[in-house]
């Protein structure tokens, strides 16, 4: 038989064990609840981005067209037509992606756009534009979706 005093030296060594664990498990847990909330919003990005992809390739493609930018389009006859024509566009997008948030990077890689942040930032400005306009909702930070009907 076990003496008193050692059973209580073990029984308190094994508790104390099992809070080292118990503490290196939730620190575990709370690293892999942050690192599965980065992958389900990287894997809903690139889902928008397919769904606009998708959307693209069901035009023909005569109707999109990479746009020119800065000085260039303002030298060209009919710089208005271009702009109204990459508005619509974006706003064929948003109608595609329907009920889901897109960010200016998605909407860019779906028109066939650059990625650099100059040309996102031009497809974020018209985003805004249409939003001052009702054409288009912020739900987020960086988030745009189609109005509503």
Same mark, same amino acid.
């Given at each position: 038989?076990?003496?008193? %005093?050692? +059973? /209580?030296?073990? #029984?308190?060594?094994?508790?104390?064990?099992? =809070?080292?664990?118990? %503490?290196?498990?939730?620190?575990?847990?709370?690293?892999?609840? @942050?690192?599965?909330?980065?992958? $389900?919003?990287?894997?809903?990005?690139?889902?928008? +981005?397919?769904? +606009?992809?998708?959307?693209?390739?069901?035009?023909? %493609?005569?109707?999109?067209?990479?746009?020119?930018?800065?000085?260039?389009?303002?030298? =060209?006859?009919? /710089?208005?037509? /271009?702009?109204? @024509? $990459?508005?619509?566009? #974006? $706003?064929?997008?948003? +109608? =595609?992606?329907?009920?889901?948030?897109?960010? /200016?990077?998605?909407?860019?890689?779906?028109?066939?756009?650059?990625?650099? %942040?100059?040309?996102?930032?031009? #497809?974020?400005?018209? $985003?805004?534009?249409?939003?001052?306009?009702?054409?288009?909702?912020?739900?987020?930070?960086?988030?745009?979706?189609?109005?509503?009907?």
């Amino acid at each position: 038989m076990v003496p008193a %005093s050692r +059973a /209580a030296r073990t #029984i308190e060594s094994t508790a104390e064990r099992l =809070q080292e664990d118990l %503490s290196r498990l939730e620190w575990q847990k709370r690293a892999l609840e @942050r690192e599965l909330a980065a992958v $389900l919003a990287h894997l809903t990005s690139v889902q928008r +981005a397919l769904g +606009a992809f998708e959307a693209v390739l069901e035009e023909p %493609s005569d109707t999109v067209r990479q746009e020119p930018t800065g000085a260039a389009r303002e030298e =060209q006859p009919g /710089a208005e037509r /271009a702009y109204g @024509r $990459l508005t619509e566009q #974006i $706003l064929h997008c948003l +109608a =595609q992606a329907g009920d889901t948030d897109v960010r /200016a990077r998605d909407v860019a890689v779906a028109l066939g756009r650059a990625t650099d %942040s100059g040309s996102v930032n031009a #497809i974020r400005s018209t $985003l805004d534009r249409l939003v001052g306009a009702s054409r288009v909702r912020r739900t987020g930070r960086g988030l745009y979706r189609a109005q509503c009907p």
